[in-house]
C-alpha cells in the first residue's frame, strides 16, 4: 500500500507553522555575542574540572574562542589528492556471504604543469577471517557500522597511498570525520583493530609531512555551541532539571537549537574560525593524532574541517589547508560549492544499482555452474514479487 501522503500533509504545515514562529535570530546574536565573551583559558579550565561532570559533547579552544582568519594565498604550484568510498553490504539472504568495498581517488595537480589522475579499486571479501574480526568463534561479524568503519580506514589507505606519490605541497582530503565515531562504544579488541591501520596511515602522513584534513559539508555539530552552555553554568555538576537561574535556563534552552555553522555565520568568504579540540572519548586511542577542527566559510556555506593536532599545530599546514580548501571551493561548479577533488573521488568510489545488480547476477551464475541454488527467503521474495 502506498503512503497516503494526505496525513502527511496537515502535519507538514504545522511542522512549518512552528518553524516558522522560532525567532533563533535574537539568540544566535546573543550567542555570538557571548562567544566573543568568554574566556578561552577559564573556559579550558572549567572544562578539565571533574567536579563539573559534562553531559554533552564539547570543543576544548586551543586558542581563542572567536579568533577569525582570513584566507591566505594559494601555492602558485600544488597538487590536492582526495579519496572516498562505498560498499555493498553483505546480504544476509544470499547462500554465499560476502561484502564489497569499491575506493577510489583523485589527484588534481595545479599550476605550471597540470595533471589529473583519476582511479578505483574493488575488492571483494568473502573468506571467514574477512567476515569476522575473530574467525575462530564467529565475533565482532563485519556488518553494519562495523563495515562502514573498514571502509572508512580503507579510504585512509587508499588517500595515503596516493598522496605518497605527489611531489610536496599536497593536500590529503578526504570526506567525513576523522573521529571513528563507531568505534566508541565497541570492544577493545575491536577498536585495536580498526585503529591499528587508521593510525598507522594518520603517521605515514606525518612522517612525510603531509597534512591530512577531513572535509564535513553542512555539518550538524553543536561542539563549540555546548561550550557556551558550559561556561554559562554554575552548576558542579551541570544538572539542567534543577537549575536555579531561569535566565540561564532560557538562554541555555535557545542555544540547544543552535548549531556551530550557525553560530560562525558571520565569518567572510575563505576565512576560518579559531581551532578547537573535540572530547570524543575515542579520541583518547588516537594519542599524537588526535583531532582537532575548524570551521571555514568557503562561499555559502560554513563546513568543517578536522585534522590530526600535530597539522593543527603547524602554522604552514593549517594555511595551506585553509588555501587549497577554499580554492577548490572556488573551482566548483555547484552552489553552494563542494571540491572538485572530493567530487571527482565520489564519482570514481561510487556503486551504482546497476553495478550491484551485475554483483548479484555475477553471483548467482557462480553459484550455478557449482550446483548451488540461489535460494532467497521468503521475506527476501516478497519484496521482489508484487503481492496479488
Same mark, same amino acid.
Given at each position: 500500500?502506498?503512503?497516503?501522503?494526505?496525513?502527511?500533509?496537515?502535519?507538514?504545515?504545522?511542522?512549518?507553522?512552528?518553524?516558522? /514562529?522560532?525567532?533563533?535570530?535574537?539568540?544566535?546574536?546573543?550567542?555570538? +555575542?557571548?562567544?566573543?565573551?568568554?574566556?578561552?583559558?577559564?573556559?579550558?579550565?572549567?572544562?578539565?574540572?571533574?567536579?563539573?561532570?559534562?553531559?554533552?559533547?564539547?570543543?576544548?579552544?586551543?586558542?581563542?574562542?572567536? &579568533?577569525?582568519?582570513?584566507?591566505?594565498?594559494?601555492?602558485?604550484?600544488?597538487?590536492?589528492?582526495?579519496?572516498?568510498?562505498?560498499?555493498? +553490504?553483505?546480504?544476509?539472504?544470499?547462500?554465499?556471504?560476502? @561484502?564489497?568495498?569499491?575506493?577510489?581517488?583523485?589527484?588534481?595537480?595545479?599550476?605550471?604543469?597540470?595533471?589529473?589522475?583519476?582511479?578505483?579499486?574493488?575488492?571483494?571479501? =568473502?573468506?571467514?577471517?574477512?567476515?569476522?574480526?575473530?574467525?575462530?568463534?564467529?565475533?565482532?561479524?563485519?556488518?553494519?557500522?562495523?563495515?562502514?568503519?573498514?571502509?572508512?580506514?580503507?579510504?585512509?589507505?587508499?588517500?595515503?597511498?596516493?598522496?605518497?606519490?605527489?611531489?610536496?605541497?599536497?593536500?590529503?582530503?578526504?570526506? &567525513?570525520?576523522?573521529?571513528?565515531?563507531?568505534?566508541?562504544?565497541?570492544?577493545?579488541?575491536?577498536?585495536?583493530?580498526?585503529?591499528?591501520? =587508521?593510525?598507522?596511515?594518520?603517521?605515514? =602522513?606525518? /612522517?612525510?609531512?603531509?597534512?591530512?584534513?577531513? @572535509?564535513?559539508?553542512?555539518?550538524?555539530?553543536?561542539? !563549540?555551541?555546548n561550550s557556551l552552555r558550559v561556561w554559562l553554568c554554575h552548576g558542579q555538576p551541570i544538572d539542567c532539571p534543577r537549575c536555579s537561574s531561569p535566565e540561564v535556563m532560557d538562554f541555555c534552552r535557545a542555544l540547544v537549537g543552535i548549531l556551530d555553522r550557525q553560530l560562525f555565520g558571520f565569518l567572510e568568504r575563505g576565512g576560518r574560525s579559531d581551532i578547537f579540540e573535540s572530547s570524543s572519548a575515542i579520541l583518547d586511542r588516537? &594519542?599524537?593524532?588526535?583531532?582537532?577542527? =575548524?570551521?571555514?566559510?568557503?562561499?555559502?556555506?560554513?563546513?568543517?574541517?578536522? /585534522?590530526?593536532?600535530?597539522?593543527?599545530?603547524?602554522?604552514?599546514?593549517?594555511?595551506?589547508?585553509?588555501?587549497? !580548501? @577554499?580554492?577548490?571551493?572556488?573551482?566548483? &561548479?555547484?552552489?553552494?560549492?563542494?571540491?572538485?577533488?572530493?567530487?571527482?573521488?565520489?564519482?570514481?568510489?561510487?556503486?551504482?544499482?546497476?553495478? +550491484?545488480?551485475?554483483?548479484?547476477?555475477?553471483?548467482?551464475?557462480?553459484?550455478?555452474?557449482?550446483?548451488?541454488?540461489?535460494?532467497?527467503?521468503?521475506?527476501?521474495?516478497?519484496?521482489?514479487?508484487?503481492?496479488?
Open positions: 500500500m502506498p503512503l497516503k501522503i494526505g496525513s502527511l500533509d496537515k502535519a507538514i504545515e504545522r511542522m512549518m507553522e512552528l518553524v516558522a /514562529a522560532e525567532d533563533r535570530g535574537q539568540w544566535l546574536d546573543r550567542a555570538r +555575542r557571548l562567544l566573543r565573551d568568554v574566556d578561552a583559558k577559564e573556559l579550558r579550565i572549567k572544562l578539565q574540572d571533574r567536579r563539573i561532570c559534562v553531559p554533552w559533547l564539547v570543543a576544548t579552544p586551543v586558542n581563542t574562542m572567536d &579568533g577569525v582568519f582570513a584566507a591566505p594565498d594559494c601555492p602558485r604550484n600544488f597538487s590536492v589528492v582526495a579519496a572516498d568510498g562505498s560498499s555493498i +553490504r553483505a546480504d544476509r539472504h544470499s547462500p554465499a556471504k560476502y @561484502y564489497v568495498i569499491n575506493t577510489g581517488h583523485a589527484i588534481l595537480t595545479y599550476g605550471d604543469q597540470p595533471y589529473a589522475d583519476l582511479d578505483s579499486s574493488a575488492q571483494l571479501s =568473502f573468506q571467514h577471517e574477512d567476515l569476522y574480526l575473530d574467525p575462530v568463534t564467529g565475533s565482532f561479524p563485519i556488518e553494519g557500522a562495523r563495515l562502514g568503519v573498514k571502509m572508512g580506514v580503507a579510504e585512509l589507505r587508499v588517500l595515503w597511498e596516493a598522496s605518497e606519490e605527489v611531489e610536496i605541497p599536497v593536500l590529503a582530503l578526504r570526506d &567525513g570525520s576523522l573521529i571513528l565515531w563507531a568505534l566508541q562504544n565497541e570492544d577493545a579488541q575491536v577498536q585495536r583493530h580498526f585503529l591499528g591501520t =587508521f593510525l598507522g596511515c594518520l603517521e605515514g =602522513f606525518r /612522517a612525510a609531512g603531509i597534512p591530512v584534513v577531513s @572535509y564535513i559539508s553542512y555539518p550538524g555539530a553543536r561542539d !563549540v555551541v588516537y &594519542g599524537v593524532h588526535r583531532i582537532q577542527f =575548524f570551521y571555514l566559510e568557503v562561499g555559502g556555506e560554513v563546513v568543517r574541517l578536522e /585534522a590530526p593536532q600535530w597539522v593543527m599545530g603547524d602554522p604552514e599546514m593549517v594555511d595551506l589547508a585553509q588555501a587549497l !580548501v @577554499y580554492d577548490q571551493c572556488r573551482r566548483s &561548479g555547484i552552489y553552494p560549492p563542494y571540491p572538485p577533488a572530493l567530487q571527482e573521488a565520489h564519482e570514481q568510489a561510487v556503486i551504482s544499482t546497476a553495478d +550491484r545488480r551485475l554483483v548479484e547476477r555475477l553471483l548467482e551464475r557462480a553459484l550455478a555452474r557449482k550446483g548451488i541454488v540461489y535460494t532467497r527467503s521468503a521475506k527476501d521474495r516478497s519484496k521482489r514479487r508484487r503481492a496479488v
